[in-house]
């Protein structure tokens, strides 16, 4: 496997080894020791989730206060833009975020530590996501921010359309407002 940095230092591109030849292609999702090794952390998955979200879908941004989640997340059909945005306010990179391609091609894999908000772009026709996280999905806990905020200014790719959003993700809060940590 291998790990590549970003501009939030601890938000962590995988990589894996694929072995692929006429018949298709082979490889480990995921392997405790290898992630430990290759990332130097120490993390307990306790869920995983699957999402399938149609072209244009935008999702996020997303967090949950007081069970904040780590997510290892990826996708195994179609592509994404995703982007993770540091939330913690003792951190020298709050309020940047980063964005990274995920498809069934490139087979990446993003770290979105505890303490960020999280969300992505569908950009094919369709897309299945998924993603363990460190902590148990908490609906009293979530928050939202907008995807749009100017504040924190992501640059999302264009799908062929506008964002298709979800009710709560209409309203998402502005970032000067959000409930965000230490």
């Known amino acids: 496997m291998r790990v590549s940095t970003t501009a939030i ?10 072995f692929g030849d006429a018949r298709g292609f082979f490889f480990e999702s995921f392997n405790q020791r290898a992630f430990n090794a290759a990332t130097g952390l120490d993390v307990n998955f306790v869920q995983d989730n699957h999402s399938r979200s149609a072209k ?5 941004l ?10 290892l997340v990826r996708v195994v059909r179609g592509a994404v833009f995703d982007v993770a945005v540091d939330i913690r306010r003792s951190s020298p990179s709050f309020g940047q975020w980063v964005g990274v391609e995920l498809s069934e091609d490139n087979h ?19 897309a299945d996501f ?16 907008a995807w749009n905020d100017p504040d924190i200014g992501i640059s999302w790719p264009d799908a ?21 940590y230490s």
């Open 108 to 126: 990446r894999q993003l770290w979105v530590p505890p303490g960020l908000a999280h969300g992505f772009l569908v950009l094919s026709e369709m």
């Open 9 to 18: 230092v601890d938000v962590l591109i995988l990589e894996p080894k694929v």
């Open 160 to 180: 062929g359309m506008g964002p298709i959003l979800s009710p709560k993700d209409q309203v998402g809060e502005k970032f000067v407002t959000a409930e965000v």
């Open 56 to 60: 244009g879908v935008l999702r996020g």
């Open 130 to 145: 998924l993603y363990k996280t460190t902590e148990y999905y908490g609906p009293n806990n979530e928050r939202c921010i």
């Open 62 to 71: 997303h967090y949950q206060v007081l069970q904040p989640q780590g997510k």
